[in-house]
Structures are given as structure tokens and as C-alpha cells.
């Protein structure tokens, strides 16, 4: 082989991992955004908190999301699928029943919960299943694993669609109380009950919401996502973009 051919195919051996590693920094990925208001919303220029801290952790980590806006329970059973892999989802509450079938990245989100009813403020998990008759939860949520694994009997619990119609059926006398999220019931409050006719309960059952990936997901996808959120902690990065949404921009 002459010299110069030799030098070429040198050239090209140094060359080739260094493309393959600019296309895997610009590679799409899918994240499954469950619509988890106020931590997730579907507009053009917000996802919320927990979503645009998400989307720019993606961004840093040199890659490209194809963004997927589904319910709850639809995202969850695509990501468990045994054939997906390397596909997102947030805000996924970290629960044991849940832990084998996802690879956890790292939280994006803290999420308090309190029964919430309008006639009673309650301190303890047992005082309410004492003290209500039924409670309205939204379906296929972290609230409603917590509910059974605290004891509460389905013939209890009203399952709904989400929080908001939880809430609306707690207004109308539908059922005595709602068991949800801080947040999601503070928003309600200011559009609908701005008069904080329903009391708020001590805070029970409170969970890391994560970015995770399917369980098959690729450890190099897993590393920079969670290096970019780490960097993002530290640099303020994170803390910036929950002071916009609490500010109510």
C-alpha cells in the first residue's frame, strides 16, 4: 500500500468516531410529557416548570427532543413497553411499585399532597379515612397508589379524571374531599374558589417527580442528562426557571 493511501485511511479511523460522536449529540429523543398542571402544561412557549427545566437539560445534553403531549396513563404503559427504548417521560413520581420498570435520571420536581375539603382540615392519614366518607382522586396517579397503600378501601375513593374535576365535584358536595397536589390546588383556587371557602389539610405523601427513561435506555443518554441537571442545580439554572412560573409569568 502506498504512503499516501495509508495516511488516508489513518485519517479517516481518527475521523470517524469523532463523527459518530457529533451525530449522537445532535440525535433525537422522545420525551412523553404527561400534562401535569401547573408542573407540566401543554403551551408553545412554556411547559411549565418541571418541563422547560426538562427541555433545557436535553438541550445542553447536545441532544434534540421530539416532544410528545399524552395522558397520564398512556405515557407510562408506552415507556414500560418491553420494546421501547431510550424514551423520556416526565414528571414521574418515584414509587416502589414503579421502580423496576423505569431508569430513573434524576428529579425534576417536589410535589406535596393534603386532602382538601370544605369542612375540615385533616393532620393525619388515619383521621381521614375516619373523617370522610368518599375522596375524590385523580386516576392512574401517585395519589391514588399512596391512598392504597395507606389502607383507604376503593369503595372510598371516587376516581376521576384529573384534579380539576376532583376539585369541581368537592364545590357541589359530590364528595367530602379531594386528595392532590399543593400546587395543582392553589391554581384551581385563585380561578375558582378565590374566597378559600375549602380548607387545606397537613401535607401527606409527598414524592420526588423524576425524569426517567424506559428501562432499556442507553447509559450515555442517562449520564449527560443527568450531568446537564446537576449543572443546572448548581449554576442557579434550575432555580431561575421555578421563580418565573412562581412569580406567575
Known amino acids: 500500500m502506498r504512503p499516501?493511501?495509508?495516511?488516508?485511511?489513518?485519517?479517516?479511523?481518527?475521523?470517524?468516531?469523532?463523527?459518530?460522536?457529533?451525530?449522537?449529540?445532535?440525535?433525537?429523543?422522545?420525551?412523553?410529557?404527561?400534562e401535569v398542571p401547573p408542573l407540566t402544561v401543554n403551551a408553545v412557549d412554556?411547559?411549565?416548570?418541571?418541563?422547560?427545566?426538562?427541555?433545557?437539560?436535553?438541550?445542553?445534553?447536545?441532544?434534540?427532543?421530539?416532544?410528545?403531549?399524552?395522558?397520564?396513563?398512556?405515557?407510562?404503559?408506552?415507556?414500560?413497553?418491553?420494546?421501547?427504548?431510550?424514551?423520556?417521560?416526565?414528571?414521574?413520581?418515584?414509587?416502589?411499585?414503579?421502580?423496576?420498570?423505569?431508569?430513573?435520571?434524576?428529579?425534576v420536581a417536589k410535589v406535596h399532597r393534603a386532602f382538601f375539603s370544605m369542612t375540615r382540615r385533616v393532620r393525619s392519614f388515619g383521621e381521614a379515612r375516619t373523617a370522610f366518607r368518599t375522596i375524590a382522586v385523580a386516576r392512574g396517579t401517585a395519589g391514588l397508589n399512596i391512598l392504597h397503600e395507606q389502607g383507604f378501601p376503593d369503595a372510598q375513593l371516587v376516581e376521576v379524571v384529573d384534579g380539576i374535576a376532583a376539585a369541581k365535584m368537592l364545590m357541589i358536595g359530590r364528595v367530602d374531599a379531594w386528595y392532590g397536589p399543593e400546587l395543582q390546588f392553589r391554581q384551581?383556587?385563585?380561578?375558582?374558589?378565590?374566597?378559600?371557602?375549602?380548607?387545606?389539610?397537613?401535607?401527606?405523601?409527598?414524592?420526588?417527580?423524576?425524569?426517567?427513561?424506559?428501562?432499556?435506555?442507553?447509559?450515555?443518554?442517562?449520564?449527560?442528562?443527568?450531568?446537564?441537571?446537576?449543572?443546572?442545580r448548581r449554576d442557579g439554572s434550575i432555580k431561575a426557571i421555578e421563580a418565573r412560573y412562581a412569580g406567575g409569568e
Open 4 to 34: 499516501r493511501a495509508r495516511r488516508t485511511i489513518a485519517l479517516l479511523s481518527l475521523a470517524l468516531p469523532l463523527v459518530a460522536k457529533a451525530q449522537a449529540a445532535t440525535a433525537d429523543v422522545t420525551l412523553y410529557m404527561m
Open 188 to 232: 384551581w383556587q385563585r380561578e375558582t374558589d378565590p374566597q378559600g371557602r375549602v380548607q387545606k389539610g397537613a401535607r401527606l405523601g409527598s414524592t420526588e417527580n423524576y425524569l426517567a427513561c424506559s428501562r432499556s435506555c442507553d447509559p450515555v443518554l442517562v449520564a449527560r442528562l443527568g450531568e446537564a441537571l446537576e449543572k443546572m
Open 46 to 107: 412554556r411547559r411549565g416548570p418541571a418541563g422547560d427545566i426538562t427541555m433545557e437539560a436535553i438541550r445542553r445534553a447536545g441532544y434534540r427532543p421530539d416532544l410528545k403531549v399524552v395522558p397520564s396513563n398512556r405515557a407510562m404503559r408506552q415507556v414500560q413497553l418491553t420494546t421501547s427504548r431510550d424514551e423520556l417521560i416526565i414528571p414521574l413520581a418515584r414509587q416502589q411499585e414503579r421502580e423496576p420498570h423505569y431508569t430513573w435520571i434524576a428529579p
